[in-house]
């Protein structure tokens, strides 16, 4: 069993920079593939990011590409998430994520543990 715990949301102005953590515990988190997913409120989670459980791959929505970077410490079993150039459109509820599939993951349904979310609000 995995237990997840997101970081670092908070309010922001629309073009500052956040960066968002996950800390793991209780289980091997170098063999996770880890995601970041978001909801806004009344609409659908969707996903953000992922990155292998190597953190030589990683994938992105192309609504954040070239705006957030994943990444991951396997020493300290964190993943990561960069968030620069925000936009008011970014507000959510953002989540973390584990998997133990390799492909795949951009789709929630492939995901095993998840954390309980931290509020990101970006101000116009």
């Known amino acids: 069993q995995v237990q997840l715990v997101e970081s670092g949301g908070m309010l922001v102005q629309a073009g500052g920079s956040l960066r968002l953590s996950c800390a793991a515990s209780?289980?091997?988190?170098?063999?996770?593939?880890m995601g970041w997913f978001r909801q806004a409120l009344g609409k659908e989670r969707e996903f953000v990011a992922a990155?292998?459980?190597?953190?030589?791959?990683?994938y992105y929505a192309d609504s954040v590409k070239g705006r957030f970077t994943i990444s991951r410490d396997n020493a300290k079993n964190t993943v990561y998430l960069q968030m620069n150039s925000l936009k008011p459109e970014d507000t959510a509820v953002y989540y973390c994520?584990?998997?133990?599939?390799?492909?795949?993951?951009?789709?929630?349904?492939?995901?095993?543990?998840w954390g309980q979310g931290t509020q990101v609000t970006v101000s116009s």
């Open positions: 994520a584990a998997s133990i599939y390799t492909d795949y993951l951009t789709s929630s349904g492939f995901y095993d543990y």
């Open positions: 990155i292998s459980w190597s953190g030589g791959s990683t």
């Open positions: 209780g289980g091997m988190f170098s063999r996770y593939a």
